[in-house]
């Protein structure tokens, strides 16, 4: 009976340890990379407040440069990225080059809102120096509103210009505010944005040049732009919706 | 040991007594698993967080009221729906908790959908029926349905929406990638409504090619596309030197002359750089061409081929035939038939033969083809698939070249091939094989394109719509797609509209590009003589787009054919033409229609009507107006621009008959008198 059960023991130990082996996910073997040199100072160099839909890549890579007591940018100083869960970064870390810069392609989680991400470096004494940018991830309504901004309201709301499209903003008397303009916009309630853009400037004795879309754009199309105003403006608006960090 | 063994045997089963309680113990244990199991479930687990959570808020009475303890279930028999997620997420109708970042707890953000008419799994995959965090999101048992990652979203829209949604940028983008760079020539994509996805791009004939171009140049296009032109469309086949040296061989070969396209070189191109670059840009070729500049961004458009280097490409003879006609070379071709004069095409063809990138062709040095060379090259040929996109005189297109992907969506994770390293999900599996397809196996024919990742992500989007639960959903729920009509305009000026390429830019019932404006009432919304002189001189409508109406030097009848056609054909019923005279409108009205033109209505803001005071550059200029436009149709497009012509920014004001009409006065009596003088000076 004895080595009954020690044969079963061992059946039953050898089954553990395999399927402990064989379902322990292979974790990817991480590249540790060696720092050569280390800096004082972390900044953005560029890739800050860009807007994605959710879960997307940034338009943009986000760029950080780190820097010494002086001011100018240290090479093979070793950076590396975090935010919330669901943000990647690619790479996740690096070195810094020549010019002191790493730059990283950065996904947004899967909710709207928006994500501070963060980059770090370690100075001389080991002591951790970072730098905390924010991105915006956008929703179905606020998509749906940039789609619609997109169409019928930046080429006043938004004073500059591109290739294939001319700003009007410059051409108008009043100039209309644009929509990343927090101070202003963040103070007027929703209900009255949306008197504004439904039934034009002068519902609330503001120009006229704005005209009255609540005859063109839908009450939801008008909401989704509600959405979006709030979601891009800068400093953020207390509508838009949770921050998300590292934990 | 064996003592002790004996001895606890004793000790618990030694008499009948002992033995029948301790065996109703182990039975009663085995029944507490059960309830115990219940009791400590995930999400007896998060329904208490909830409740902890909610306790603090200031509307924790109403959260309260609406929380309802237990398993919860949304059932949807007709979709296949059973949904317990929101056992754990309880809070997903709660409008008030947008501002709580912690899942599960936050709402649902605001979609065009009620939760209970559509559950959750539609959009979001996974397992419905699991009540565990781990069987729920991910297909731990081997389940086919693992949460859709929050990037590939769209692509449950694009199951029941089969047309073009404002709110799915991703998807739009992800379609019309596959129709524009030729997925769908290879690959049939059978939608559910039983059409097959059809291509937009439009591969030129390879049955004439020596005409066109030598054969050093064919060989570095096939063994790179992208070093000729960044933006092309045709994939890299990471052809061999000896694969690329034989196809050349065999497609130049192959090719046949077109009678009188390519007449022997009566003028030499001429090379004022200065007269190409104006003309160039007033015949508005970048309207449709890109050209890479010094700062290397591109600039134009892309209805046809970039141009940065075509000097390196097409032969001197070939390129005045084309510029001269394009219909003689290729019939069906998007490029519009200009009727420039022998001058004219010396000039342009000078210009572009200038754009030329001498590295470009430095190295190929082919020799003369033998036999067996051509034979291999056209077995290569016939490999390839190159008849799936381009017309080859003598080889078929072969059918079903590639696995067809109608159902590609829903392909079950145990058929596919993973690469080492890659996540076990059918969303990776697409991305990867978009993004590097002949990684999954060399012999693979599939080849190399140039997307981003954001086209990826676009591309994998729309794969992943093409799946089997779109087949299954009831047909009621499906939004169909609005297909490009087959509209062809008849007669003589149709034949003349063709030979223009009308339809590459403007949109006519229908059918064509969306460029420039669509023309379907355009006979009720124009005057005949402000037409005729449009065709005539386009340049005078919104001179600040970069893409405009080029001219197309037409003879004075064509000018005659397509205005009567226009004016008589493209009528709108919602527009009598009567209904408002053309003129003798009383000062009163003129002078009421500019106080509601510059105060009520602040038009200026995007239109000018006096070029000294009024800036507005979105609509087009109204200085010319009131010679322009019929008083009817400016009538009905103020009471409803929507109505005339869908999608028109012009923002509809809904104004009272009395109003449309002072402004119609007003705009009538718009007919450029002061651009005129100013011509004078």
């Known amino acids: 009976m004895n080595r009954v059960s020690s044969a079963v023991f061992l059946a039953v130990a050898m089954l553990v340890a395999s399927l402990a082996t064989s379902c322990s996910r292979h974790s990817q073997p991480t590249i540790t990379l060696k720092p050569t040199a280390a800096g004082a100072a972390i900044v953005e160099s560029s890739g800050g407040k860009q807007v994605a839909q959710i879960g997307s890549l940034l338009p943009q890579p986000v760029v950080v440069q780190v820097n010494d007591e002086q001011g100018s940018a240290v090479a093979g100083a070793l950076v590396e990225f975090a935010g919330a869960p669901g943000v990647t970064f690619d790479p996740p870390n690096g070195l810094t080059d020549s010019s002191g810069q790493v730059t990283t392609s950065v996904s947004l989680g899967g909710m709207d809102g928006r994500y501070q991400i963060t980059a770090f470096t370690f100075d001389k004494s080991h002591k951790r120096v970072e730098v905390t940018l924010d991105e915006i991830a956008l929703g179905y309504q606020q998509t749906l509103g940039r789609r619609l901004n997109d169409q019928y309201c930046e080429r006043c709301h938004n004073p500059e210009s591109t290739v294939e499209r001319v700003s009007n903003y410059d051409n108008l008397e009043v100039k209309p505010h644009p929509f990343t303009e927090g101070d202003t916009l963040n103070k007027i309630s929703d209900g009255d944005l949306t008197a504004i853009i439904t039934h034009g400037g002068p519902a609330l004795n503001k120009s006229a040049l704005m005209p009255a879309w609540g005859n063109t754009l839908g009450k939801s199309d008008i909401q989704a732009l509600l959405a979006y105003i709030r979601a891009v403006s800068d400093p953020p608006s207390r509508s838009a919706g949770p921050v998300y960090a590292k934990r | ?681």
Not at chain 2, 25 to 53: C, D, T, V
Not at chain 2, 611 to 638: C, E, F, N
């Open chain 2, 1 to 681: 040991m064996k003592e002790k063994l004996t001895a606890l045997w004793q000790k618990l089963f030694g008499d009948s007594v002992r033995a029948f309680g301790v065996v109703s113990l182990i039975f009663l244990g085995s029944l507490a698993i059960a309830p115990a199991k219940n009791f400590f479930s995930e999400w007896r687990h998060y329904q208490h967080g909830y409740l902890r959570m909610i306790r603090n808020r200031s509307e924790a009475n109403t959260l309260q009221r609406h929380f309802q303890g237990g398993i919860q279930q949304i059932w949807l028999p007709e979709l296949g729906v059973v949904d317990r997620c929101t056992s754990c997420h309880v809070g997903l109708k709660e409008a008030s908790l947008t501002d709580v970042a912690r899942q599960p707890y936050r709402t649902h953000p605001a979609i065009p959908h009620k939760l209970d008419e559509f559950g959750c799994t539609v959009c979001h995959r996974g397992q419905g029926a699991a009540t565990t965090v781990e069987e729920a999101h991910n297909s731990t048992l081997a389940w086919e349905q693992p949460i859709l990652p929050a990037k590939y979203i769209e692509s449950s829209c694009g199951e029941c929406h089969r047309g073009r949604l404002l709110g799915t940028p991703k998807l739009n983008e992800g379609r019309g990638l596959l129709s524009r760079y030729g997925c769908v020539h290879c690959h049939t994509v059978k939608l559910t409504d039983g059409t097959t996805m059809k291509a937009t791009d439009d591969p030129p004939s390879l049955s004439h090619i020596a005409d066109k171009t030598s054969r050093e140049w064919i060989y570095a296009w096939l063994k790179d596309p992208q070093a000729y032109a960044s933006t092309a469309t045709m994939p890299n086949f990471k052809l061999s030197d000896e694969d690329a040296r034989d196809m050349s061989a065999f497609l130049i070969a192959n090719s046949t002359p077109v009678a009188g396209d390519t007449v022997t070189l009566t003028a030499k191109a001429s090379a004022d750089p200065a007269a190409g670059a104006s003309l160039y840009g007033e015949s508005f070729c970048a309207s449709c061409h890109a050209v890479q500049n010094a700062a290397g961004n591109m600039v134009g458009g892309d209805v046809g081929p970039e141009l940065t280097k075509v000097g390196s490409k097409v032969k001197p003879e070939w390129l005045q035939s084309w510029l001269r006609n394009p219909r003689a070379y290729d019939a069906g071709t998007a490029m519009p038939h200009y009727r420039f004069n022998d001058g004219q095409v010396v000039t342009l063809a000078g210009f572009l033969e200038a754009k030329s990138d001498s590295d470009l062709l430095a190295n190929i040095h082919l020799e003369a083809a033998t036999p067996e060379q051509i034979a291999h090259g056209k077995r290569l040929v016939s490999d390839y698939g190159c008849a799936s996109c381009h017309e080859i005189a003598g080889i078929k297109k072969p059918e079903n070249f590639a696995p067809e992907l109608g159902r590609i969506g829903s392909k079950p994770v145990t058929q596919l091939i993973f690469l080492p390293g890659m996540p076990h999900t059918l969303p990776d599996y697409i991305a990867g094989k978009i993004k590097q397809p002949r990684a999954f196996s060399p012999g693979l024919k599939m080849p190399q394109y140039t997307f981003t990742p954001a086209q990826i992500d676009s591309l994998t989007t729309a794969l992943l719509a093409l799946n089997e639960r779109a087949t299954t959903l009831p047909s009621a729920l499906a939004v169909p797609a609005m297909h490009e009509s087959d509209y062809q305009p008849a007669g003589k000026a149709g034949k003349l509209m063709t030979d223009l390429a009308c339809f590459s830019c403007h949109r006519i019932n229908g059918h064509g590009g969306d460029m420039a404006p669509d023309l379907t009432w355009e006979g009720s919304s124009v005057q005949r003589e402000w037409l005729v002189q449009f065709f005539k001189n386009p340049g005078t409508l919104r001179p600040s787009l970069i893409r405009r109406m080029p001219r197309f030097n037409l003879a004075d009848a064509e000018v005659n054919e397509l205005t009567d056609y226009i004016m008589t054909v493209y009528q709108s019923p919602a527009v009598d033409r009567d209904a408002m005279p053309m003129s003798g409108y009383s000062q009163g009205q003129v002078e009421l229609g500019k106080q509601l033109f510059y105060g009520k209505y602040s038009c200026q803001g995007c239109h000018i009507v006096d070029t000294k005071t009024d800036k507005g550059y979105i609509g087009p200029t109204l200085t010319h107006v009131g010679s322009r436009l019929t008083a009817s149709w400016m009538y009905q497009w103020m009471k409803n621009p929507q109505a005339l012509r869908p999608g028109t920014i012009e923002p509809n004001r809904a104004m009272s008959d009395e109003d449309a009409r002072a402004l119609t006065a007003f705009l009538m009596s718009q007919k450029g008198g002061a651009k005129q003088e100013a011509v004078k000076k």
